[in-house]
């Protein structure tokens, strides 16, 4: 079966045959299938009222457990954001109902952004919209194969991921 990048790196090789074109086929692949995943997130958690950085937020503070609470910081590094971003983001989750802001009894200045029990329906539920259309996604493939490709993607993002900065 032919796909758009199949079509597109035939044209480059046609095109610029001094080019070794070979990244293309692996590459533009996972890019276009980003946008695809990102159109199913953005429809997952549209139907539980969320945008996608509200999910990010929410289900970093349910994947902390009970009592679903984290610092500002840690929140910062599990999401990517700056501090000022995570400030608003804060803000605006609070006003919601979704989350609260709480003294941190460790240090006298700091403060824990813990959910709500909405926020911790809608981190739940935006989650299982989100399973559903990642399994869509990946329906062509057999558990298998589902299995090698995690293990090949991993292989290709643990550096990222594990190098500081």
Do not use: C
Not at 14 to 34: F, G, K, N, T, Y
Not at 105 to 116: A, Q
């Amino acid at each position: 079966m032919e796909d758009e990048v199949d079509r597109l790196v035939a044209a480059w090789r046609r095109e610029r045959p001094d080019l070794d074109v070979e990244p293309l086929e692996v590459l533009s692949r996972i890019s276009r299938l980003a946008r695809h995943l990102d159109r199913a997130r953005r429809l997952a958690f549209s139907e539980v009222g969320l945008e996608p950085w509200e999910f990010d937020v929410l289900t970093a503070l349910r994947r902390a457990g009970a009592p679903y609470q984290l610092s500002p910081g840690a929140l910062l590094t599990q999401t990517l954001v700056t501090s000022g971003t995570m400030t608003n983001r804060i803000d605006r989750l609070a006003k919601k109902g979704l989350v609260e802001r709480l003294p941190d009894p460790s240090d006298r200045r700091g403060v824990l952004v813990r959910l709500t029990p909405e926020g911790r329906e809608a981190a739940d539920e935006s989650l299982a919209g989100l399973l559903t259309q990642e399994r869509a996604i990946l329906a062509e493939l057999s558990h298998q194969q589902r299995g090698e490709l995690a293990r090949l993607l991993r292989q290709l993002t643990a550096p990222f991921d594990n190098t500081p900065g």
